[in-house]
């Protein structure tokens, strides 16, 4: 069976997406309320250009305040299916960053929440090169300041000692150090936009953390991972318990009901237990024989 250890994961978290009906709608709730991925930059990252986290508490509220509209939606999600419907990418990354571009500019007079949407995508050219692009640029009219968000939805598998290098996506050219560099050093460079100064940066770093099931009793987890988000499990252990494999939209929420038949054949991807809300990432032996090579070097 997969189990947690009590001092990895709380009792209760909030995760009111789940109360949704609609799948579109589960995942515009989560792409709102969930909480970042980390509470701080961990130490190991050098800072060249500075950003911040959005609180839990403050995407919480954020929630709260568009919670009726999202009831509206799970009723009659047409406004919503039409915006999703101008993407024609797969990747999950800017379904993600679609939902929350249709939640900062369906805000009638600020009703839900404080920002004016002032530009999405906005690249930054230098004569015939291009610097980079701004994923979207808000005003901010409680603190009137401008602000510029980066925003990313990241699946990250823990290694060895948990430490920021062995964090690795499922492509492992896909890290977190990696993220974490590109946003600090490239994305967030940015001092101008639009004609006007940048006053705020921050990372909008949402997803799901998995940890070793092999390694779970005996290492630490990082103080900079955020306790208010729910943590997975990977590995190439198959549960006795009945779970499904997760469709890929589902990655983002499952929906409200199992979309396949508990697994009988394994292979690599998102597996989800309904009865503990747990997620659990299936790897194969052969691509992880590696990691417990490292595991065992490794002198704590």
Not at 35 to 56: D, K, R, V
Not at 126 to 149: C, P, S
Not at 246 to 263: K, M, N
């Amino acid at each position: 069976m997969l189990e947690y250890t009590a001092s990895l994961q709380q009792a209760h978290y909030f995760e009111p997406w789940l109360n949704f009906v609609h799948p579109c709608v589960r995942q515009l709730a989560f792409a709102i309320a969930s909480p970042n991925l980390i509470q701080h930059l961990p130490s190991e990252l050098q800072i060249q250009h500075t950003f911040e986290f959005h609180s839990s508490a403050l995407w919480q509220k954020y929630y709260t305040q568009y919670q009726t509209r999202l009831e509206e939606l799970d009723q009659n999600p047409d406004p919503l299916l039409q915006f999703l419907a101008q993407l024609k990418s797969t990747r999950l990354g800017l379904r993600f960053e679609m939902l929350l571009w249709f939640w900062l500019q369906d805000n009638p007079q600020q009703r839900y929440h404080p920002y004016e949407l002032l530009g999405h995508s906005l690249q930054q050219i230098d004569g015939a090169r291009t610097l980079g692009e701004l994923d979207f640029v808000v005003f901010n009219h409680q603190t009137q300041q401008v602000e510029h968000w980066e925003v990313a939805l990241k699946y990250y598998l823990a290694e060895c000692d948990y430490r920021l290098p062995h964090w690795y996506g499922l492509n492992r050219d896909d890290t977190f150090l990696k993220k974490l560099n590109h946003f600090t050093q490239r994305q967030f460079q940015f001092e101008h936009v639009l004609e006007t100064n940048i006053q705020k940066k921050f990372a909008v770093l949402k997803g799901q953390l998995f940890l070793p099931v092999k390694t779970i009793q005996s290492v630490t987890a990082p103080t900079w991972i955020n306790p208010a988000r729910r943590l997975g499990l990977w590995g190439s252990f198959i549960p006795q318990q009945q779970i499904y494999r997760l469709s890929r939209h589902e990655w983002i929420c499952p929906d409200r009901q199992p979309t396949s038949s508990p697994a009988q054949w394994w292979c690599n991807g998102l597996y989800y237990d309904t009865r503990q809300n747990l997620s659990y990432m299936y790897r194969q032996p052969a691509l992880i024989d590696s990691v417990y090579k490292c595991y065992n070097l490794v002198t704590f």
